[in-house]
C-alpha cells in the first residue's frame, strides 16, 4: 500500500495551494496507474515464474486481483486526503463505516452462495473502490483561481514523501511482520499464531482510533503551519492527550487481556494474552505517537521518521533474538522485543517534539 502511489496523497493536505493539492492528486492517480500496469505486464510474461518465486503458486488466476487492488488503493488515498484537507471528518467516518458493511456484507453474501476464495479477494480488492466512490460522490472541493500547477512541479517539490515517507512506512511494515517470523522459526508455527492473534486485538486501537485522530491532526497542523502559527504546544497538548486517553485505556485493558483470551478464544489461547499484555507497551507508545509522527510531514523533517524506523526495525529484531538467548521461552521473547521496541518510541517521541519546539523557533514563533 505504501507503493501504490509513492505517498504522494499524503502531500496533499499540505499542499499550499488547491491548484498543488489538485496536481498531487493527479500525479498519485499516474503512478498508482503506472504501477498497476507494471505489474500487469509482469504478470503476462512472469506470472507462473512469479508464483513459484514467491511459493504462492495455490493464488493462480487471483493473482491478477493485485494490480486492480493497487490502483484501487491509490484511487482511495487521494479521495481521502483530498477530504481531510477539506476537514469532512464526519464524511470520511460515514463512508468509511459504509465501506466495511457493504465489504462484509458482499464477503458473507457471496460465500453463502460460493464459498471461494475469489469472492474473499475480490470484495477486498473492490473495497478500496467502494469507498473511493463514495468520498468523490459526495466531496466537493474547494474553488480557486490560481495559476496552473504541473504534475512536475509537485513531483519535484514534495520529493520528501517518496524519498523518506514512503521507505519509512515499509520499513515499519517489515518491523510488524519480522517478529511472527522469529517466532516461526525460533518456536513454532503456533507460538506465531499466538502472536498473530495478540497483536489483531491489541492493534485495535490504533486502527479505530489512530488513523481517525491522526488525519484530524494532521489536517490542522497544515492549517497552522500555513497561517505561521505555532505548532508545539498543540502537538505537545494531543500528545498528553493520546497518552491519558487511549493510551491508559489500553494499559488497563491489557491488566485482563489473559483472561479475556481465554474466555473469548478458549483456555488453549490464554498464552496469546500473556503476549498480548507485553505488547500493548508498544501499542500504548504508538498511540502516544500519532501527534508527532503526523507533525513530521508539516515540519519537513520526514527523513527523521525514516531513520527512527530502521532503528525500530534493527533493534526489534535485536531485542527478540536476545530475548530467545537469554529466556529461551516465547513469553519472554515478546516481553524483551516490547522493551527494547518501547524504549525505543519514547525516545523517538521526545526527539520528535524537540524538532517541532525547533521549527517553531526557526519560523519565529513564540515556544
Known sequence: ???????????????????????????????????????????????????????????????????????????????????????MFRLIGAVTAGQALITNFIRI???????????????????????????????????ESSSNVSVLDVFLKYKDFPLYRMPADLVSALSQTVPIFLLAILFTPTVAGLYTLSRSVVNLPINIVGTAAGNVLYSRMAEYSKNKRPIFQFVL?????????????????????????????????????EFAQWMSLWVICMLVSIPTVRSLAVIGRQNLHLAFNLLLFVFGTFGMLCGYYYTGTDIGTVAIYSLVTSSIYVIQIIVYLDQVRRFDRRNSMYV
Open 109 to 143: 453474501g457471496g460465500g453463502l452462495i460460493q464459498p471461494s476464495a475469489v469472492v474473499l479477494i475480490a470484495a477486498s480488492s473492490l473495497s478500496y473502490g467502494f469507498q473511493a466512490v463514495f468520498l468523490s460522490a459526495f466531496h466537493r472541493s474547494r474553488s
Open 237 to 273: 497538548r494531543l500528545t498528553l492527550v493520546q497518552l491519558i486517553g487511549p493510551g491508559a485505556i489500553t494499559g488497563i485493558a491489557a491488566l485482563v487481556f489473559p483472561s479475556f483470551f481465554a474466555f473469548a478464544f478458549g483456555e488453549t489461547w490464554r498464552d496469546a494474552g
Open 1 to 87: 500500500m505504501p507503493l501504490a502511489a509513492m505517498r504522494y496523497p499524503l502531500a496533499i493536505v499540505v499542499a499550499s495551494t488547491e491548484s498543488e493539492a489538485k496536481a498531487l492528486a493527479k500525479l498519485s492517480l499516474i503512478i498508482g496507474l503506472s504501477l498497476a500496469l507494471f505489474i500487469g505486464i509482469l504478470l503476462i510474461g512472469f506470472r507462473e515464474w512469479l508464483l513459484v518465486f514467491l511459493g504462492v503458486e495455490a493464488l493462480g488466476s487471483l493473482v491478477w486481483f493485485l494490480p486492480l487492488a493497487i490502483f484501487l488503493v491509490a484511487v482511495q488515498d487521494v479521495c481521502d486526503q483530498r477530504s481531510v484537507r477539506s476537514n
